[in-house]
């Protein structure tokens, strides 16, 4: 079983930094891509940002050039800073692993959720 833990998420006002922290714990075998999610009420969850264990990244269009996703592989840890802020970005984001076992099976695991509040 493993465990993510979010922190860093709160009231920003628009034009603001945040930076979310996510760690992973547990039984960890191997982690393969970390990121984040995230859903605003009345919506469905999207994708904002995930990293490969290797480093690769992808962005969702709306966070793209405002957001650097970053992971730290000793920690088994990942990082989203979120710069320029927009209201249009209150959600509750969720950070999530793709964890692999010693057999090769896979399986998502999710955080609790932290919520992110940009006024305006």
């Known amino acids: 079983q493993v465990q993510l833990v979010e922190s860093g998420g709160g009231l920003v006002q628009a034009g603001g930094s945040l930076r979310l922290s996510c760690a992973a714990s547990g039984r960890i075998y191997r982690i393969n891509t970390m990121g984040w999610y995230r859903q605003a009420p009345g919506k469905q969850r999207e994708l904002v940002a995930q990293i490969t264990s290797g480093g690769s990244t992808n962005y969702a269009d709306s966070v793209k050039g405002r957001s650097t996703i970053s992971r730290d592989n000793a920690k088994n840890a990942v990082y989203l800073q979120m710069n320029s802020m927009k209201p249009e970005d209150t959600a509750v984001y969720y950070c999530?692993?793709?964890?692999?076992?010693?057999?090769?099976?896979?399986?998502?695991?999710w955080g609790q959720g932290t919520q992110v509040t940009v006024s305006s």
């Open positions: 999530y692993a793709d964890h692999a076992n010693w057999n090769g099976g896979r399986y998502d695991y």
